[in-house]
């Protein structure tokens, strides 16, 4: 490439980590090296999303309480967008609508 390339990388460092080695778009911008731009703007969910809501939480530092179905199973008529499912609730749940 020639000395006066240009290179525009874009990603989301709030995203999982890459599948293979290395976490290339968090450590290019952990470096301080490389000019980068946050958008802030949300154009994926509904801005009252639950899921906004818990990733502003996580990227906080802060957990979230995540409902789930079992715990409160009108959840799935509500249209949730976002709940948990634990597996000690899930496997036992399966087995049982399996033998209805």
């Known amino acids: 490439m020639p000395d006066t390339s240009q290179v525009l990388f874009i990603g989301d460092s709030d995203q999982l980590p890459s599948v293979g080695a290395g976490n290339v778009l968090k450590d290019m911008i952990a470096s301080s090296k490389i000019p980068c731009f946050r958008l802030t703007e949300i154009f994926r969910q509904a801005q009252a999303s639950q899921i906004i809501e818990y990733a502003h939480q996580i990227n906080t530092r802060n957990m979230p309480y995540i409902d ?26 399966r087995c049982f609508c399996q033998a209805a």
Do not use: R, V, Y
Request: proline fraction near 12%; hydrophobic fraction near 35%.
């Open 68 to 93: 789930s179905p079992f715990n409160k199973p009108e959840m799935w008529q509500e249209g949730t967008d976002c709940f948990f499912l634990d597996t000690d609730e899930a496997i036992p749940a």
